[in-house]
């Protein structure tokens, strides 16, 4: 039986003639999700068809293929919530802003220079997270993503959900390129957050996928975002109760 490591290694083969460098990481795809030339066209497509509501704060993990799409948000005038690197320090808040300023504040190093560390409090007692945006190394079409990350998205989702800070509902689009698509089903635990929607350029696929957990289960948490703020804050909180 053909193991998930094992798709996951023949797609990152499909893909091989598409990724785009990182500048610090270069083609080291085991560090980083890549971009690709075409994400912008899909995330236009994506923005197109199945934008989130207007004005909505919305989740965007900092894979390299979500920059585009995280410009057209911005510039479409809504906020994003974003992980710090590793989740350490918890999540940026970055407001939108038209033309270079939205594309300034896409890249990382602008989204650390533009936005504001938002503690769990003030997210709780903030407005809700409507739609969560995450790149992928790889998804099937039934939402489950797999290879290089994965997990740490899981994290960021429950611990949300659990905060009060999404639902457990909510939506969660992939945005990939046709490549990173494995066109079948694959068995995923309870605690993995399944896409609902996957974008790619022309084209999005409904998965089906039902509901993400409700909350952070042990083992949800990727290695090493025990240490992470949002999460030592979140378990704390909880043995209180």
Do not use: C
């Not at 795809?29 to 909505?56: K, M, S, V």
């Not at 066109?183 to 896409?195: G, K, N, S, Y």
């Not at 952070?216 to 999460?231: Q, R, S, Y």
């Amino acid at each position: 039986m053909t193991t998930t490591a094992e798709l996951a290694a023949r797609i990152a083969g499909r893909m091989a003639p598409h990724p785009l460098p990182d500048p610090r990481f270069g083609l080291d795809f085991d560090a980083f999700i890549p971009g690709f030339a075409e994400a912008d066209e899909a995330a236009a497509y994506l923005l197109e068809h199945a934008p989130p509501p207007a004005d909505a704060l919305v989740h965007v993990t900092p894979d390299n293929s979500l920059q585009p799409l995280r410009a057209r948000l911005l510039a479409s005038g809504h906020p994003l919530l974003m992980p710090t690197y590793g989740l350490m320090r918890g999540f940026l808040r970055i407001d939108p802003a038209e033309g270079h300023g939205a594309l300034h504040r896409s890249w990382l190093e602008g989204a650390e220079h533009y936005g504001d560390l938002v503690s769990l409090e003030e997210l709780q007692a903030g407005p809700k997270v409507m739609a969560h945006y995450v790149g992928a190394a790889a998804v099937a079409l039934n939402g489950v993503r797999f290879g290089m990350g994965h997990r740490y998205f899981d994290t960021e989702f429950a611990l949300m959900v659990e905060a009060g800070i999404t639902a457990a509902d909510a939506s969660v689009v992939v945005l990939v390129h046709p490549e990173q698509v494995h066109h079948a089903h694959l068995d995923a635990p309870d605690h993995e957050v399944r896409a609902t929607l996957i974008a790619m350029p022309g084209d999005l696929v409904i998965t089906g996928a039902a509901t993400g957990p409700s909350v952070l289960a042990a083992e949800a948490i990727a290695p090493g975002l025990e240490k992470a703020a949002p999460v030592r804050q979140l378990l704390s909180a909880r043995a209180w109760k």
